[in-house]
C-alpha cells in the first residue's frame, strides 16, 4: 500500500465551527506532513511530526491544531478559522525526516465561510 | 518565492512538442527532486537528482542540475495532453527535515 488518504475530500464550515481532517497511511513511514496550498501557488509547510512528535510548527495560527494519535494517523483540527483560511490541505508522508521523496495524498479542499 | 523560482509560470505547447522548466534555488542542497500536481489534487513525485548528478533520465523525463548556478531543468519530450498539469521543484534540507517548493510552473498539453 503506497497510498496517502485524506478525509473529507471537501469541507465548508463557518467561523465558528469546529472539525477535523484526518490523514492515514500504512507505508510505515515515520515522518508526516501538513501543507497549506493556495491556488496556483506552491504547497505552504504547516507541520511536521516525527516518530509521532511534532518537530516544525511553521508559526501556524492557534486555530490550527495537530494531533498524531498514532505512526498511521495524522490530524488537523481546525476552530475559528477565517475566510482567508480557505485553501487545498495536503498531507504528506516520508519513510523519515531525512529520507528524499515524500508521498502526498490528494487533499481536503476547505472553504470557509 | 520560498526557495527558489521556476520559469515559465506557464507554457502552453502542442501534443508532440517537447516542454522544458527550469528551476532555481538559494541554498546548498543533497538533492533536488520534481513533482507532478493535476488541478487540486495531491504531488506525486517525478524524479530526484542529487547534488552530484548532472543528467538524469526517466522515461520521457530529462532532468539536468547545475550547482554552480543553483538551478535544474525539466524536460518532457513528445508532450502528450494527459502531462497537463503543475510541475514543482523542491529541495530537501536534511537537517530541517523539511521540503522548499519552488514556485512551479502550469504546462498545457493541446491535444
Known amino acids: 500500500d503506497t497510498e496517502v488518504t485524506q478525509t473529507p475530500k471537501h469541507l465548508v464550515m463557518g467561523m465558528t465551527n469546529k472539525k477535523s481532517l484526518k490523514c492515514e497511511q500504512h507505508?510505515?513511514?515515520?515522518?508526516m506532513y501538513w501543507y497549506k496550498q493556495k491556488a496556483k501557488k506552491p504547497p505552504e509547510l504547516m507541520f511536521v511530526?516525527?516518530?509521532?512528535?511534532?518537530?516544525i510548527n511553521e508559526s501556524v495560527p492557534s486555530r490550527f491544531s495537530p494531533e498524531c494519535p498514532n505512526s498511521s494517523l495524522l490530524n488537523l483540527h481546525l476552530h475559528a478559522l477565517q475566510p482567508e483560511d480557505s485553501a487545498l490541505y495536503l498531507c504528506?508522508?516520508?519513510?523519515?525526516?531525512?529520507?528524499?521523496?515524500?508521498?502526498f495524498g490528494p487533499g481536503t479542499r476547505l472553504t470557509v465561510l | 518565492s520560498q526557495q527558489g523560482e521556476e520559469d515559465p509560470q506557464a507554457l502552453s505547447i502542442q501534443e508532440g512538442e517537447n516542454a522544458t522548466m527550469n528551476c532555481s534555488y538559494k541554498?546548498?542542497?543533497?538533492?533536488l527532486q520534481w513533482y507532478r500536481q493535476n488541478s487540486g489534487r495531491g504531488l506525486v513525485h517525478l524524479i530526484l537528482?542529487?547534488?552530484?548528478?548532472r543528467e538524469k533520465h526517466s522515461g520521457r523525463l530529462r532532468v539536468t542540475l547545475d550547482t554552480s548556478k543553483k538551478s535544474s531543468s525539466l524536460l518532457i519530450t513528445a508532450s502528450r495532453a494527459a502531462d497537463t498539469a503543475s510541475y514543482f521543484c523542491?529541495?530537501?534540507?536534511?537537517?530541517?527535515?523539511?521540503?522548499?517548493f519552488g514556485d512551479g510552473t502550469t504546462l498545457t498539453v493541446k491535444p
Open positions: 507505508m510505515g513511514h515515520r515522518a
Open positions: 541554498t546548498s542542497i543533497n538533492n
Open positions: 504528506a508522508s516520508r519513510r523519515t525526516e531525512s529520507y528524499n521523496e515524500q508521498f
Open positions: 537528482i542529487r547534488s552530484n548528478e
Open positions: 511530526y516525527s516518530y509521532e512528535k511534532l518537530s
Open positions: 523542491a529541495t530537501l534540507n536534511t537537517n530541517a527535515g523539511k521540503s522548499t
